[in-house]
């Protein structure tokens, strides 16, 4: 079974983190919501709260097929901070195990560590100048899947970064399904 960790910290954009939980519990795999915060409840950047079963330090001996990063500029802040977090992300990294990041998250959380030099990658629009400091190619495409990293620029896109991780870790007839299922129009469809 498939295990995805879903990090959240306050200031999360919810349509992005809500987005990701929601279309990869359509699988079969594990996921897990975990906190990187002092306490377990966080507050996205509209408010909304959220308490996360796990704390981000109870995620560290776990081997995960996918991390998936929300953005919003503060979550992306905090998890840049975030040292067990940027432990688990390097070694995600490291092993080519699959990563995920929209919007603020590609840039805050990994370029900002200098982890993603070799990739293409996006962004939310307004910080692709920073971005294209630390990644080998910016692309303004929705969702860029290079390799093992899979980045997507907004809450607008966050439906189809969702579906883009499915069809990586699950394959194209399971994200179709998915999508199928949630009235959701696939590119070339």
Known sequence: MS???????????????????????????????????????????????????????????????????????????????????????????????????????????????QLITNFKATCYKAFRSELSQYVKEVSDQRVVVDRNLVTSQSPGTAIEFALALVTCLFGEERTHSIAHTMNVLLPGK
């Open 3 to 113: 295990k995805i960790l879903i990090p959240l910290a306050d200031g999360v954009e919810d349509i992005e983190a809500i987005a990701i939980y929601d279309i990869l519990s359509r699988t079969d795999a594990e996921l897990t919501l975990a906190s990187i915060m002092p306490s377990n409840r966080i507050t996205t950047l509209r408010n909304l709260v959220i308490e996360a079963p796990y704390r981000i330090e109870e995620c560290l001996n776990t081997t995960w097929n996918l991390i998936a990063l929300p953005g919003g500029k503060e979550g992306a802040e905090c998890m840049h901070n975030s040292e067990p977090l940027m432990e688990l992300i390097r070694a995600q990294i490291e092993s080519s195990r699959w990563l995920g990041a929209i919007c603020t998250a590609p840039v805050i959380v990994l370029g900002r560590h």
